[in-house]
């Protein structure tokens, strides 16, 4: 039995009105494509968005970072651009900054959560996905399901997930990466992963090196000069018999973690967890939300989707993530709902800066 992939490769080429949910057309016209594939470079796929941004889920026995599966996935994006700029629907095309595909779509704008595994006898998969929210999003859920035990019970009490598991952290500004294994290393991770806009968890892995999680960490302010977009990030997730089980990697979605992003990514906000039918952008280019499909992996067929969070038991988290949005909106336009001058800086302020610079004095001495 040849090895599964499964590729996540998103990008917002277009929505409405202005940033808030992808068009039917855009939907369509990718998931005829995927289809087309099917038996041919794909296995299966699916086809979903979460606020502006168009997901591809595809599996295939290629591998990760395949110049095929990526290039499909950029033609995909080109032709829903088109569809998009008929439609005259707004951003059309703005996560394709570049005209010609080099390879791997991996830095160019889409966004890509990839893992490849040998299937087990059953293999549950969840695939989560973010809208208005910066990358480093998935470190507080990815401690809290893979090394915190007051969330995942399973680190203690079953022996195949007792050894704990290694977290490989991307610092995106200094472009270098580091290990650490938890829970003997945990305090030294939180160090970093406590600074997401900088330190973002890229994979997680079992002590014996199979890949358990997979994100994407693209920062797509930063590649353009300026905001064009927040990067709405994915991420994939195996879960059950040696991993954390399906409820433990979704509970710390109960938690009404603020993020970056939102508004002009750039506000902090809570990331609230919805079900596909409310994954639309509305309240303040927002609030930052999440998706979640859970899939069996058969044979590189997708069993599902099953929306996770389609289920009342979320419903707390989701008023309570109102509240706390009510509450940081109170604070207009000052820190810390808007985001550290640093982060700004990737943000159309620098241009108000730029045209006031003039008018600055010197205090003297
Ligand atoms: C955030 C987002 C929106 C836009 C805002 C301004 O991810 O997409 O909040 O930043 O609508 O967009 P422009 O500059 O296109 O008018
Ligand atoms: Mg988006």
């Not at 991307?170 to 650490?180: Q, Y």
Request: net charge negative; proline share 7%.
């Amino acid at each position: 039995m040849p090895r599964t992939t499964i590729s996540v490769i998103k990008a917002d080429v277009g929505s409405f009105p202005g940033h808030s949910r992808t068009h039917p057309k855009l939907l369509e016209t990718a998931a005829k494509m995927l289809k087309a594939e099917r038996g041919k470079l794909l296995v299966d796929s699916f086809v979903t968005h979460c606020g502006d941004d168009l997901e591809l889920i595809m599996t295939h026995t290629r591998g990760v970072d395949s110049e095929a599966i990526h290039r499909l996935a950029w033609n995909v994006f080109l032709e829903c651009t088109g569809v998009a700029k008929n439609l005259k629907l707004y951003g059309a095309g703005q996560d394709m900054p570049a005209d010609a595909f080099a390879g791997n779509v991996r830095g160019m704008g889409p966004g890509v959560a990839e893992m490849e595994f040998e299937e087990r006898e059953s293999d549950p998969v969840l695939v989560f996905m973010a809208g208005k929210t910066g990358p480093g999003a998935w470190n507080f859920f990815l401690y809290k399901v893979f090394a915190d035990p007051f969330n995942t019970p399973g680190l203690v009490t079953d022996p195949s997930l007792s050894e704990g598991f290694v977290f490989e952290v991307h610092d995106l500004v200094g472009k270098r990466k580091i290990s650490f294994a938890c829970p003997e290393e945990s305090y030294s991770l939180l160090a970093y992963i406590g600074a997401p806009s900088r330190y973002v968890i890229r994979h997680v892995f079992k002590k014996d090196g199979t890949i358990a999680a997979s994100t994407s960490t693209q920062r797509l302010n930063t590649m353009a000069g300026r905001c064009r977009g927040t990067d709405d990030p994915v991420m994939i997730v195996r879960a059950e018999s040696g991993f954390p089980s399906m409820g433990e990697a979704i509970e710390p979605f109960t938690i009404p973690v603020l993020v970056a992003g939102w508004m002009r990514g750039a506000h902090h906000g809570p990331l609230m967890p919805v079900g596909l039918c409310d994954a639309n952008c509305t309240r303040f280019d927002g609030p930052p939300r999440v998706i979640c499909f859970g899939f069996q992996v058969t044979n590189g067929k997708l069993i599902g989707p099953a929306d996770m969070f389609d289920d009342p038991g979320f419903d707390r988290v989701r008023a309570r993530c109102n509240e706390l949005a009510d509450t940081i909106r109170a604070q207009g336009p000052f820190e810390p709902h808007r985001l550290s001058s640093e982060e700004m800086a990737y943000t159309t302020l620098p241009a108000v800066e730029k045209k006031l610079e003039p008018r600055w004095e010197p205090l003297g001495d």
